[in-house]
């Protein structure tokens, strides 16, 4: 069970109109300087709940420091790892704001991000989520780059925003800023491959979501990623050699159930499930051949990936720098365009 010294801290409070959720193990390495991005958002009204997986480094001492400077900030340690997709959910059942993010113990955002994404969900009441565009970066915190340009779904019918989220939204979108009544409108977090992408999938049936132009949000890129086996084994999941159908079967099995929940026409569930096997098909391709080149190379293979992310968000950056270059009618050349 979780050991929650600090629940007495928020016991008797105003509810905030914003939760920051903060599941972290072994975060000890970048953990005070994402907290120290927390605190300088040019918001206030929030509170931030630290989930700590039974973390055995730092992590418990800097959490602890943090949440005795700020009465915000509450800690809680799990007795023993539950697992990544558990750890999250936790926080989705302790929150007490309107609206949610999840809050990656590793990343960075700029000091307007929190305000910027209130704003838009408060003029959007039907949107279910908003994100910022984005940039990568590395364990030494250089920018790599850009992440790929991701896309509002406001004012697409539903088979549009479905499609363009399971097809076109990349899964850091799930850092988002949610409304937490949609979010709990969802499916519990699932212990099968995928889980942030079947989330995004669901909500995309409840309402669209708002994408700022606005690169606020740093992702970084982790020197596991790309280790599908580690991947896995975060949510207490087995890779073998036989078993990547499997996952994928029960990855497109509660897709397709959220799609029968949520959707009451039968035209509609049946397009909308043609959407969701197709992509599964292709997530069925994807997860048999990494899986299997994992168990095979897996350092090999972690690093091809990595080297492929980086030169993605190397190449994006470089065509964001040439449209940004190019001289448009009312921004002189070298002008600084307006944020």
């Known amino acids: 069970m979780p050991r929650n010294d600090d629940q007495a801290r928020t016991a008797g409070r105003a509810p905030p109109l914003v939760t920051i959720g903060l599941p972290v193990y072994n975060g000890e390495r970048h953990l005070r300087e994402t907290l120290e991005a927390l605190l300088a958002q040019e918001f206030q009204d929030y509170e931030l709940l ?6 055995t480094d730092g992590t418990e001492r800097i959490a602890r420091e943090f949440a005795g ?7 809680q340690r799990n007795a023993e790892n539950l697992g990544s997709v558990q750890n999250f959910q936790l926080l989705v059942d302790r929150a007490r704001g309107t609206y ?10 700029a000091p307007t991000f929190l305000p910027k994404c209130v704003a838009a969900l408060e003029r959007e009441p039907s ?7 984005s940039y990568s970066i590395s364990e030494d915190d250089r920018v790599v780059g850009s992440m790929p340009e991701q896309f509002a779904t406001v004012g697409l019918s539903l088979r549009g925003r479905y499609s363009m989220t399971i097809w076109r ?3 850091y979108v799930i850092y988002g800023l949610h409304r937490l009544s949609a979010l709990r409108q969802t499916r519990r977090l699932a212990r099968v491959t995928g889980p942030d992408d079947l989330t995004l999938a669901e909500l995309a049936l409840l309402g669209p979501v708002v994408c700022l132009p606005e690169r606020l949000f740093y992702f970084r890129v982790m020197n596991q990623t790309g280790n599908v086996r580690d991947y896995l084994r975060r949510m207490n999941l087995r890779l073998t050699w036989w078993n990547p159908p499997l996952l994928v079967l029960a990855h497109v099995r509660l897709k ?11 035209g509609d569930r049946f397009l909308l499930s043609l959407s969701a096997l197709a992509r599964g098909s292709k997530m069925l391709v994807g997860l048999t051949v990494t899986g299997w080149a994992a168990l095979c190379c897996p350092g090999l293979l972690a690093r091809m990936n990595q080297a492929l992310y980086r030169h993605q968000a190397a190449r994006d950056a470089a065509e964001e720098a040439r449209r940004r270059a190019a001289p448009t ?5 070298g002008g600084k365009e307006s944020t």
Do not use: M
Request: charged share 20%; aromatic share 10%.
């Open 127 to 133: 949107a279910v989520l908003c994100y910022s565009q």
């Open 69 to 75: 400077r700020d009465r915000r900030i509450s800690y």
């Open 50 to 55: 630290i989930s700590d997986n039974a973390s």
């Open 329 to 333: 009618a009312g921004t002189p050349r």
């Open 169 to 171: 939204l990349h899964d």
């Open 100 to 109: 949610f993010i999840w809050a990656g113990a590793h990343d960075h955002w």
């Open 256 to 266: 397709l159930a959220a799609i029968g929940r949520h959707v009451p026409g039968a």
